[in-house]
């Protein structure tokens, strides 16, 4: 996890714009760097590292001697970086970065981008041909945001609060974008540092087979999908999707909520840990009330895993004094964003501040992948089903992705997603409809189906429902969202909610709650509501708000 950020065409004082950089200094507290193009005055590169591989040469700009006219910084982690049919013997460094340049100088940036097995988002300079270009991963969990004036000046960010305050010689603000994952962009890059877009493409969708499959170390996996074949490819892939993501020279820990995903994540982890012979436990963290559902189920997974578990306490009253934080890291008013990006941050906070645990495994992404929000139960067609997942995981970026990257990232950590590993959703996407629906009522059945009998994680962890969105984490005499409903009729008024409409026209918001969020971002953000295309709702049911809670189909354990 670091803080990348360029400018190219600059017309004002560089010494000030690179202030700017320093709003997202928490992606890197390890050191950081700013640094001027030689023969480019107004273009830099600035750079906020938080050190996990090469300690010591892993400073960007990264450039090495072979290629002395490309300038690269990137945020991510190049899992295949050392791979031997790549036939590259002249590293330079230890960095997985290093890698990019010597697959661009050798096939372009296009097959360079495809053949990166790993998360990141890279700004990639070459000197020589004078090109500038831009990329960022399948499903965006690496963050980046660009700025471009119709006069070619380019600015570009990890986050866009990096962005919000840099000064150029337009007379409308340009718009801050989110640069689209699975894409990168070339641009010509004039004598004046200034930049013109001439290339703007695709380079992997999720329902294609990696072109770096070929490359990995499962290599071609039994065809069909004969029941057993295929729990057993499922197995497989997400084996070494966790192993791949072992890369590390700082202490790997798991986020733990006791729920299905994070469960098999921190269980596969502990395992794959004694088989590569780390020289300490896994570290796993969970968060919630004393008496709620997610810290006993939690206690239970690292009671039967063996990992060193640490409790963190949750309040309602913590939570609500946590809100405008998180919204400031996040960039977002969307409610259900907000809503579980709380318990994450605190949780977060807490491993920088207590541990020394600096890699944080996570579980996100499953949900999406297999079909397990509960508004599933509803979908009209095995078809209809498919196409919301697929849906689901183009949007990552907006939503659950977001939230994790930045809750974790705001206290300088690095987050690792093996379920979004690229052959693993590939994969599972290519099976038929039918299979990856709901089944007997239980969502993400084909996924449970196939750790069924292997003793991982206990039967009863293997096969809980999914718990409300966050409310998991609270007691179960009282919701989190509940207590947030309660909160919010002292924070906005029924008149203020009923001029909603008028006061912010786009995206308005219908309830108290997603008003109070709106406040907040505006006051922080002024004018970027558009940074959000829409909420996120489930499908096929009339819903007013996002919480499975709200939900006629949602059946608690207990009466919350």
């Known amino acids: 996890m670091c803080g990348i950020w360029a400018l190219f065409g600059s017309d004002e ?11 997202i200094a928490h992606r890197g507290p390890d050191a950081f760097r700013f640094e001027n193009v030689n023969g480019f005055t107004n273009c830099c590169f600035g750079f906020h590292r ?56 050798r096939f372009g940036i296009q097959k360079m981008a495809t053949l990166l097995d790993g998360v990141f988002a890279f700004i990639l300079l070459d000197t020589a041909n004078r090109k500038v270009f831009l990329g960022r991963d399948t499903y965006g969990v690496r ?8 006069n070619g000046f380019l600015a570009v960010s990890s986050e866009a609060k990096g962005l919000t305050d840099i000064t150029h010689s337009m007379s409308s603000p340009p718009k801050i974008t989110p640069f689209l994952p699975g894409h990168f962009e070339v641009f010509d890059l004039k004598p004046t540092g200034k930049v013109e877009s001439i290339q703007m493409d695709r380079f992997h969708y999720c329902t294609q087979e ?82 709620s559902p997610d810290i006993l189920a939690a206690r239970m997974v690292a009671s039967y895993i063996g990992s060193e578990h640490h409790e963190v306490n949750f309040t309602p009253e913590e939570g609500f004094k946590a809100v405008e934080e998180v919204i400031f890291h996040l960039e977002t008013y969307d409610i259900t964003t907000i809503r579980a990006s709380v318990g994450m941050y605190l949780v977060s906070k807490y491993i920088r501040e207590k541990t020394d645990s600096v890699v944080i495994f996570s579980g996100e992404g499953s949900d999406e992948l297999t079909q397990g929000y509960i508004y599933f139960h509803k979908a009209p067609t095995p078809k209809a089903a498919a196409e919301e997942s697929v849906r689901l995981m183009k949007e990552l970026y907006l939503f659950d992705v977001l939230r994790a990257d930045r809750t974790t990232a705001a206290h300088g950590l690095e987050l690792r997603v093996p379920f979004l590993d690229h052959r693993f959703t590939a994969y599972y996407l290519s099976l038929p409809e039918e299979m990856r629906q709901p089944k007997d009522g239980v969502e993400k059945h084909l996924l449970r189906d196939s750790f069924k009998g ?44 009923e001029k909603a409409p008028k006061t912010f026209p786009f995206l308005p918001p219908r309830t108290k709650e997603a008003y109070f969020y709106r406040q907040v971002f505006e006051k922080l ?34 009466d919350q």
């Open 50 to 105: 938080l050190a996990i591989i090469d300690q010591l040469y892993g400073m960007q700009p990264i450039r090495i001697k072979k290629f002395p006219y490309l300038w690269l910084v990137y945020n991510g982690e190049i899992y295949n970086h050392h791979t031997k049919q790549f036939e590259f013997t002249d590293y330079q460094t230890k960095v997985d970065g290093e890698i990019l340049l010597h697959l661009y100088e």
């Open 525 to 558: 953000y002024p004018g970027q509501a558009k940074w959000l295309s829409h909420y996120w709702m489930p499908r096929w049911i009339n819903a007013t708000d996002p919480s499975a809670r709200t939900l006629s189909i949602y059946k608690p354990d207990k």
């Open 13 to 23: 004082c560089m010494s000030i714009q690179c202030t700017n950089a320093m709003k």
């Open 210 to 291: 990696p072109s770096h499959a070929v490359y990995d170390t499962v290599e071609m996996l039994p065809s069909g999908f004969v029941p057993e074949t295929v729990k057993s490819n499922i197995r497989l892939l997400f084996e070494n999707a966790v192993r791949k993501r072992l890369m590390a020279h700082r202490r790997i820990g798991c986020l733990l909520s006791g729920g299905l995903d994070s469960s098999l994540v921190a269980a596969m982890l502990v395992k794959l840990a004694k088989e590569e012979k780390l020289k300490y436990p896994i570290q796993t963290f969970a968060i919630g009330a004393e008496d």
């Open 143 to 150: 963050p980046m945001f660009k700025l471009l004036t119709d």
């Open 454 to 497: 292997l003793n991982l994680i206990p039967d009863e962890i293997l096969w809980r429902r999914k718990e409300a969105f966050s409310d998991g984490m609270t007691s179960v005499k009282k919701s989190w969202y509940n207590s947030l409903q309660d909160q919010m009729e002292s924070e906005v008024n029924d008149y203020d909610l």
